[in-house]
């Protein structure tokens, strides 16, 4: 399971926007320069907020390394098979 540590910078009903500064997970990725054409440090991530957080809380957000696997799969592979097609 990839976690980072965020503060809110935004919330609306259900969802709170996160700003993460990219570190532990994003180091060793080998998809970096994809992921990452700018070398900006921070990103903001859209969550569910259950735990109610407020403007300002520091948060700690975690995804699933099979989630991942399957975005990275869509976001990769589907393309190239549509562009064989």
Do not use: W
């Not at 709170?16 to 992921?35: E, K, T």
């Not at 948060?59 to 064989?84: D, E, R």
């Amino acid at each position: 399971m990839i976690t980072e540590e965020g503060i809110v910078q935004q919330v609306e009903t259900a969802k709170a926007f996160i700003l993460i500064n990219r570190s532990s997970a994003c180091a060793g990725c080998q998809a970096q320069s994809a992921c990452r054409p700018s070398e900006h440090k921070e990103m903001i991530v859209e969550a569910i907020n259950d735990l109610h957080a407020r403007v300002g809380d520091r948060v700690q957000i975690s995804v699933p390394a099979g989630s991942l696997l399957k975005v990275t799969f869509f976001v990769y592979f589907v393309p190239v098979v549509a562009l064989v097609l």
